[in-house]
Nanobody, 129 residues
């Protein structure tokens, strides 16, 4: 079992930046591919970004390319999402997710929420206009 805890959300003006963190604890000896998703009120959960277990591959949703950066520090069991040039439409609850990649390619990324095994509780990001 892996527990994920997100932090770093908050209220920011349009054009501003936030950095989200996702700290993993528990059975972290396995290798995990990580992802960030978000869900706005009345909308389905959508993919934001993903990073492979070895950190060498990254994937982004088209609307986030050039504005968001996903990274990881395996020594700290933490994944980050740096969000720049934020827009009101980025307002959502942001979730961190982990996929056990022990028996998968360490360089693979996953954009489908059904591929992930563990989820955090989410952190609210609100962007004011």
């Amino acid at each position: 079992q892996v527990q994920l805890v997100e932090s770093g959300g908050g209220l920011v003006q349009a054009g501003g930046s936030l950095r989200l963190s996702c700290a993993a604890s528990g059975r972290t000896s396995s290798t995990y591919a990580m992802g960030w998703f978000r869900q706005a009120p009345g909308k389905e959960r959508e993919f934001v970004a993903a990073i492979s277990a070895n950190g060498g591959s990254r994937t982004y949703a088209d609307s986030m390319k050039g504005r968001f950066t996903i990274s990881r520090d395996n020594a700290k069991n933490t994944v980050y999402l740096q969000m720049n040039s934020l827009k009101p439409e980025d307002t959502a609850v942001y979730y961190c997710a982990a996929k056990d990649a022990t028996y998968s390619s360490s360089s693979a990324t996953y954009s489908g929420p059904e591929r992930y095994d563990y989820w955090g509780q989410g952190t609210q990001v609100t962007v004011s206009s």
